[in-house]
Every structure is written in structure tokens, then in C-alpha cells.
């Protein structure tokens, strides 16, 4: 059995080698050739998935690594009998670390503390929820918006986007790109939405870049419109929009969900779909496959404040090193797909052990994520 694996997938080989023979290859292209004599194909968000790749070809199974799958075609595979799976929920905690280390960078920068602010949150799902949970624990106040969850009738007291742009100081998108139907999500901020905002929000898009109406937006910080914006999605990917990346507060290369965990847990899923497609279910733990990180431990005397809690935070994955790359970077053709696929080593909070002698603290940063425990010091 022959399996193709995008080369930005780590583990894949180790894995999926464990069934079959691996050829790793780059996801945007695809080489020509090198689908002819497969039978499974993993991407990433970076390959486009339809008849116009698979047509004619011998696949049975298409894995994405990710947890947007807008870029594959799935009615197309169905029709195809060609089966499919992607990993939902994979990076979750990876973006919402990252909205965390932007936000806790603009209140430092800004001065103001992220418990006087009010953060609407679109898109209540993986991301979301979790997003909310974090936030909730620091004691700051969330709103949300879901229509798909509003209408399920899911528990939750669910607002309109346009209550949460009258509302909200932050405002951060979280929903997968529709690009039609009842739920669409194309330009979901666009020209009077972003006008709506109140002055001095802060907008977030770590989703999908046709989520925010990247012309209006620019046209808008253009005029002198007073808004914070953090972007790590842009439209038009890999091409970069240099105009509006300079007027950005933090600019990213669509990297919100590259911890080593989310990508890790990436693989793992659908490895294990694969597996359970073929009828021999593999599970697989990902603890085995993770290194030790660079910051293993440390110990926190005292109460947990916002500014300790931003070293922590930052002392794991700070954001202004990715806005930093993309920067010195951006006009030159072909460098945000570079960064992407050499991207230094990112870990998740519950990576670092941090040894408290407040236990206030402790379970604080236990909730947030951190692998924390109260121990007293004699
Ligand atoms: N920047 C990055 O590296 C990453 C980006 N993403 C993107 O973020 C999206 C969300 O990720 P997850 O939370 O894991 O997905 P999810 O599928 O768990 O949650 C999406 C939520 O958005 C809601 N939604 C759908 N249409 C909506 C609308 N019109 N208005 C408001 N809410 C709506 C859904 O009901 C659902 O609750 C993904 O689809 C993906 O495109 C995800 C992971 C990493
Ligand atoms: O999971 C998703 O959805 C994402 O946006 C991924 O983080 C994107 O990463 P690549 O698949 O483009 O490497």
C-alpha cells in the first residue's frame, strides 16, 4: 500500500510507515506523477482536494492533518466512494495560546488589563469554547456568537455578531470559512461590521483569511479608523496583502495552530482514521511521540497577576517572534509557504511545570493549561 504524506506533517513517516510505504511530498503543489500510483493521500490546508487532483487516480482515502477542511472537496470524495477524515479539534489549544500571547502583548504595550475588557467570541466551537473557558478563568467577560449552535438549539446564551460589535472591546473570529449557504461566513466582518466596531477594538482572525473582508479592512485602517488588529490568516494565501500587513499590530504566516502538540495531534487522527477506514483500528499515544521541551520546569513564588502570567505565557510561545519573520519577509514571493515549513519548534502551555507555593495560583494556571501543582515551601 502506497501512501502520500504532505512533507510539513510530522510524524506521518513514523506512523503511516507502520502500514504501508511513505513518500513525503510538498502539499502546494502537489508534484505531477506522484499521486499516480498511490492509495491514501494526507494533506494539509495547503492542498486543494477535488476532482481536478483525484479524478482518474486510484486514491480510497483522503486525510487532512487540520481543522478547517474548506479546501477539500467532500461531496466530490463522497460521490467518488473515495473515503475521508479530518482532525477536528487538533490545534484548538494552539490557537487560543496564540490569541493569548498577542492580547496579553497588547495590554502590556497598550496599557490596560485583559480583565477590564469585554471579548466577543465568534465561532463557539473547538477553538471557542476553549477560548471562552480560559478567559472565563482569568475572570474576564465573554460574549458569544453561533448561529449553527443557536439554532441546534445547544445550551448558552448566544448574541448576534452585530450585538457583539456593539459591544465587545475585543472581537475575535473563530468559525470555519462558508463560502455560501445559511451560515456563511465569506466576509463575515465586512465594510459595516468593521465600521461598527466601537474605537479602539481589538480584531482578531486566526480562521480563515476571506473571513474579514481583507479590502475593507485595509480601507478602513487607511482612514484612520482606531483599531488594534491581530492577523495571522490573510486572503489570497500564500500571496500576502504588504499594504495591509503594515498596518497591522501583529501580522502572522497562518501559523496560529503550529504548536508541535496540535500538528502532532494532527497526524495522529488521521492516522487513526485511516487505520479504522481499513478495518485495523490503531490508537496512538501521543505522549510516546513527543520530545522534552526546551523549558521543562520552573517554580512560581506568590499570587498569580496578569504580568506573571504573561511571562509564563510568553516564556512558552511569544507572538512577536512569528509577526517579526513575517515582516522582514513579506514582499518576497514564495517566503510565507518558507515559514511555515521551517517553523522553529512551538510547544503548549501544558508543556511547562510550574511549581507554585500559592495554591490560588496553582490551580488557576491548572486551569488555564499550565501543568501546575501547589507545593508549599518550607
Ligand atoms: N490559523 C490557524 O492555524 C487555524 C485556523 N483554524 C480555523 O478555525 C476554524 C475554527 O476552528 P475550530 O474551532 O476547531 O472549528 P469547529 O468546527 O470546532 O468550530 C467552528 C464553530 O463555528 C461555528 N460557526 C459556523 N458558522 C458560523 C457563523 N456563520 N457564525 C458564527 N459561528 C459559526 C460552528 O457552529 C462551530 O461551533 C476552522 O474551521 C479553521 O478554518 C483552525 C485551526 C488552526
Ligand atoms: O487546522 C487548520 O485548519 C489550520 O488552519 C492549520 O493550522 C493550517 O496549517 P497547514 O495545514 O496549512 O499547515
Redo the contacts with the bound molecule.
Keep these: 500500500m502506497k501512501i502520500l504524506v504532505d512533507e510539513n506533517m510530522p510524524y506521518a513517516r513514523e506512523l503511516f510507515s507502520r502500514i504501508g510505504e511513505v513518500t513525503a511530498v510538498p502539499g502546494r503543489p502537489i508534484p505531477p506523477g506522484a499521486l499516480n500510483d498511490a492509495d491514501a493521500l494526507m494533506v494539509r490546508s495547503v492542498t486543494k482536494v477535488n476532482a481536478a487532483l483525484l479524478d482518474g487516480k486510484r486514491i480510497k482515502f483522503v486525510g487532512t492533518a ?3 477542511t ?1 479546501h477539500v472537496d467532500e461531496a466530490w470524495l463522497e460521490q467518488a466512494g473515495i473515503g475521508f477524515s479530518g482532525a ?2 487538533c ?2 489549544i494552539a ?1 487560543v495560546e496564540y490569541v493569548f500571547s498577542a492580547l496579553l502583548m497588547l495590554a502590556e504595550r497598550d496599557g490596560f488589563s485583559l480583565r477590564e475588557r469585554t471579548v466577543g467570541i ?7 469554547s476553549r477560548l471562552q473557558a480560559r478567559l472565563e478563568t482569568l475572570g474576564v467577560r465573554t460574549l458569544l ?5 443557536a439554532d441546534r438549539g445547544d445550551e448558552g446564551d448566544f448574541l448576534t ?1 452585530d450585538a457583539l460589535a456593539r459591544e465587545a472591546d475585543i472581537l475575535t473570529f ?5 463560502k455560501d449557504g445559511p ?3 465569506l466576509h ?1 466582518a465586512d465594510d459595516a461590521l468593521i465600521s461598527a466596531l466601537k474605537p479602539g477594538t481589538i480584531l482578531i482572525n ?3 483569511g476571506p473571513v474579514v473582508d481583507n479590502a475593507a479592512l485595509l480601507k478602513r485602517l487607511n482612514a484612520g479608523q482606531r483599531l488594534s488588529t491581530i492577523l ?2 490573510w486572503e489570497a494565501e500564500p500571496d500576502l496583502n504588504v499594504a495591509l500587513l503594515d498596518k497591522v499590530d501583529i501580522g502572522t504566516a ?5 504548536t508541535l502538540e496540535g500538528k502532532a495531534r494532527g497526524t495522529t487522527q488521521v492516522f487513526e482514521a485511516y487505520t479504522a477506514f481499513l478495518g485495523t483500528p490503531h490508537q496512538v499515544a501521543l505522549d510516546t511521540l513527543l520530545p522534552s521541551p526546551e523549558v521543562v520546569r520552573l517554580a512560581l513564588h506568590g499570587a498569580l497577576d496578569e504580568t506573571t502570567l504573561k511571562r509564563l505565557v510568553h516564556l512558552v510561545y511569544d507572538v512577536r517572534r512569528d509577526d517579526a519573520l513575517l515582516r522582514h519577509v513579506a514582499a518576497q514571493p514564495g517566503e510565507f509557504d518558507k515559514l511555515r515549513k521551517h517553523y522553529r519548534e512551538r510547544r503548549e502551555w501544558s508543556s511547562l511545570y510550574v511549581q507554585c507555593d500559592d495554591a490560588d495560583a496553582a490551580q488557576r494556571l491548572h486551569r488555564l493549561g499550565f501543568s501546575a501543582v501547589y507545593h508549599p515551601i518550607r
Design positions: 487540520t481543522a478547517g474548506d477536528p479539534g490545534n484548538a490557537v465568534v465561532g463557539v466551537g473547538n477553538v471557542g456568537c453561533d448561529p449553527p449552535r455578531l473563530h468559525t470555519p470559512l462558508y451560515y456563511k461566513t463575515l486566526a480562521c480563515r495571522d490568516v497562518h501559523i496560529a495552530g503550529y
